[in-house]
């Protein structure tokens, strides 16, 4: 088989000025992200019957199943648009697929602003959803093949910390709004107006999409979906050798359909394993609830609702600056040493949690919540927050990428689901405390599932570390009996 060469990143020649402002307004479509999904935290204690009297507004929930629903009907449209978005990638272009993005997010926030029920406020924050989903498929992938292999981590921990950054304002503007919490969900779309004006004009696209339609027969040399026999067929019908660029062109377009023959060849179950068990793992940590239901966890310790709001923006700023350290650090130390610092702290702080609600409400359990709600994201931004993003959009082959990342993506979401769903409920059976005592459980297995089943990747090239997982999956066969 001939193996491909990565190609020479678009953005490769771009001044400082320049890869800083791509950056930042690929950037807004991760910030966004985050200020949509969380926004809703901050809000929910605004039309809570248990924590405000909201009985003169139109919508005010009582309900704590009503309330979970409204947390995770985000994650249902950030399902269905992570599943998609590979398709919508590799036929469009992933820089065509994230300006459009902007759709979702402009009519789902002000949708969410205007909505007069409950059933309105769900369907619209399904809508926000949808670009949620895109955007966490696409960001990743998409800066991954336009800067340089030695920059890629720096770059991707710089999107996270913007992700981040969603979180702080999200809480601030909940904060300085308070009640007007219809204001805060029509704020989602002012990130997304910025980047359809201002990406459209400097965000180049991708050389895994544009060099295909260029020269589609150096596709040829992929063997993935459209060559397995191409030696015998040109040899015997030389005619057909124009024919063979032609659907090798159509085949390239088909993402899912390279992914399907991928897992039937067994060329796509390690990176989709790693994939999807890191993002999963990431979302069993328990990063969600503590970021969706951050200000109601510290009302239930004792705060007061715009303390509770006001600390979580607190935290998220502290999240941020971690995220910067670990932009600085992630190409340099390695993805593997990084996770395994940041999960020794998140042990700590889910025993800290767990103890704040064994201990009866009183200052001392606000504080312990506090301080360890604060070390357990900082811990997750230099581990299981970036981490799996950029690994994950850097082991799959190029044929593959795309859809790829998109269908772990979506695995995500459906965890992210199942868990902001069950939280409340959960903490109703088995108490606050022992609902950390599981998402402590699921940290210990994500220090396993790394030191056996994930590669480090650090200043590789994307073809490079595909290839690693190959290598990874050969060392821990070599290790068992």
């Known amino acids: 088989m001939v193996k491909m060469v990565d190609e020479e990143a678009p953005a490769a020649s771009y001044t400082s000025c320049q890869m800083g402002a791509l950056i930042f307004v690929t950037g807004l479509s991760l910030f966004n992200f985050s200020y949509t999904a969380s926004n809703i935290g901050g809000v929910l204690l605004y039309i809570d019957r248990a924590h405000t009297d909201c009985s003169k507004d139109a919508i005010c929930l009582d309900s704590s199943l009503m309330k979970g629903i409204l947390v995770s009907s985000c994650l249902v449209g950030a399902f269905s648009g992570a599943l998609f978005a590979g398709t919508l990638a590799v036929r469009y272009g992933p820089r065509t697929i994230l300006l459009a993005n902007n759709f979702f997010f402009i009519v789902g926030s002000i949708s969410s602003a205007l909505a007069p029920g409950i059933l309105c406020l769900i369907l619209a924050r399904c809508v926000v959803g949808i670009g949620v989903g895109i955007a966490s498929a696409l960001v990743h992938v998409y800066i991954g093949e336009v800067v340089p292999a030695d920059r890629r981590g720096e770059h991707g921990a710089t999107l996270v910390m913007m992700g981040t950054g969603g979180i702080l304002v999200a809480n601030l503007t909940c ?15 002012v990130p997304a107006m910025i980047q359809l004006v201002w990406g459209s004009m400097i965000m180049p696209e991708s050389s895994s999409w544009s060099a295909p339609r260029a020269n589609c027969g150096r596709l ?23 024919k063979s660029d032609d659907t090798c062109l159509l085949e390239s377009g088909a993402g899912w359909s390279n992914l399907w023959q991928s897992i039937l060849t067994g060329q796509a179950i390690p990176p989709l394993i790693i994939g999807c068990g890191l993002h999963v793992l990431a979302q069993a940590s328990g990063i969600n609830v503590i970021i969706y239901y951050g200000p109601k966890m510290f009302t239930l310790a004792g705060l007061p609702n715009s303390t509770a709001v006001f600390v979580s923006a607190g935290i998220s700023f502290a999240q941020m600056c971690s995220t910067l350290l670990l932009s600085r650090m992630v190409d340099r130390v390695g993805r593997k040493p990084m996770s395994y610092i940041g999960l020794s702290f998140m042990l700590l702080s889910l025993c800290g949690i767990a103890c704040s609600y064994w201990l009866p409400p009183s200052h001392l359990a606000g504080w312990l919540a506090l301080v360890s709600c604060f070390c357990f994201r900082v811990a997750f931004s230099v581990s299981l927050g970036p981490l799996p993003y950029i690994i994950t959009a850097e082991i799959f082959p190029e044929p593959i990428r795309t859809p790829g990342v998109s269908f772990c993506l979506a695995v995500k979401w459906v965890a992210n689901f199942a868990i902001a769903l069950s939280w409340l409920p959960l903490s109703e059976v088995f108490t606050l405390a022992g609902t950390f005592v599981l998402y402590f459980a699921m940290c210990v297995l994500s220090i396993f599932f790394l030191a056996f089943y994930v590669p480090e990747t650090s200043g590789k090239t994307l073809g490079q570390a595909s290839q690693a997982v190959w290598k990874k999956l050969q060392d821990t066969s070599d290790m068992s009996p």
Do not use: I
């Not at 904060?175 to 779309?189: D, F, K, P, T, Y």
């Not at 040829?220 to 050798?241: F, G, I, T």
């Open 220 to 242: 040829r040399a992929l063997e993935m979906v459209c060559h397995q026999n191409s030696d015998e067929r040109d040899l015997e019908n030389p005619e057909d050798s124009e």
């Open 175 to 189: 904060w300085l709004l308070s009640h007007h919490w219809r204001w805060v969900l029509a704020l989602g779309c």
